[in-house]
């Protein structure tokens, strides 16, 4: 399985950003997938996962509410809605597999990376 981001970019606060996860190799029906967030100078945390059916979604409490994880099994496509960015919402954002749907915070079970989009939020 690989994975390729999109959609990242510069937002001013309050805007929105739709980010895309293309897969490629494997179907992702195979897998738990997840966004994980690195801000400038700190490690990389988990803040959303759906479920390999796509059935169910967690999220980390700093993004509830606002963020919005969802998956297109015919495109092989995993999406992050963004809305109601705050400054604090500024790193550098990854698609991984398998995420834990109990911690979803971990990074322990992700072997699985894109490269990576940068999203800034910033008037």
């Known amino acids: 399985l690989q994975l390729v981001e999109s959609g990242g970019g510069l937002v001013q606060p309050g805007g929105s950003l739709r980010l895309s996860c293309a897969a490629s190799?494997?179907?992702?029906?195979?897998?738990?997938v997840g966004w994980v967030r690195q801000a400038p100078g700190q490690g990389r945390e988990g803040i959303s996962c759906i479920s390999a059916a796509g059935d169910n979604t967690v999220y980390d409490t700093s993004v509830k509410g606002r963020f919005t994880i969802s998956k297109d099994s015919a495109k092989n496509m995993v999406y992050l809605q963004m809305n109601n960015l705050k400054p604090d919402d500024t790193g550098v954002y990854y698609c991984?597999?398998?995420?834990?749907?109990?911690?979803?915070?971990?990074?322990?079970?992700?072997?699985?990376w894109g490269q990576g989009t940068q999203v800034t939020v910033s008037s």
């Open positions: 190799g494997s179907s992702l029906d195979y897998y738990a």
């Open positions: 991984a597999a398998p995420c834990s749907m109990t911690l979803v915070s971990s990074v322990a079970y992700l072997d699985i």
